[in-house]
């Protein structure tokens, strides 16, 4: 059964950090990208951050140089470091598996978590 169960959401002051993780069963894992999008309350879900099966990370334009996106191997656990959050991040954030870069769109794979509440405050 494949699972993605994210963690690590919370209530962050603008300026601050969190970092959220992202453990999947390691079916999907090891021959997947991943990825994480976010859904702020009446918009459309948008990539956040994804990551291939070798490290190769792609960012939103919104949030380059904020957000580092990871992945262990070894724990089967994808993780996105966000600094310097602003208001605007408030969004649902959700980790998804099987994302299909191509080029001048990003696919979202068929596997979600159920997702992590993210929440700025100015």
């Known amino acids: 059964q494949v699972q993605l169960v994210e963690s690590g959401g919370g209530l962050v002051q603008a300026g601050g950090s969190l970092r959220l993780s992202c453990a999947a069963s390691?079916?999907?894992?090891?021959?997947?990208?991943m990825g994480w999008y976010r859904q702020a309350p009446g918009k459309q879900r948008e990539l956040v951050a994804l990551i291939s099966t070798v490290g190769i990370a792609l960012y939103a334009d919104s949030v380059k140089g904020r957000v580092t996106i990871s992945r262990d191997d070894a724990k089967n656990t994808v993780y996105l470091q966000m600094n310097s959050l602003k208001p605007e991040d408030t969004a649902v954030y959700y980790c998804?598996?099987?994302?299909?870069?191509?080029?001048?769109?990003?696919?979202?794979?068929?596997?979600w978590g159920q997702g992590t509440q993210v929440t700025v405050s100015s």
């Open positions: 998804n598996a099987g994302s299909r870069n191509l080029g001048s769109t990003v696919v979202p794979g068929g596997h």
């Open positions: 390691r079916s999907i894992f090891s021959i997947n990208p």
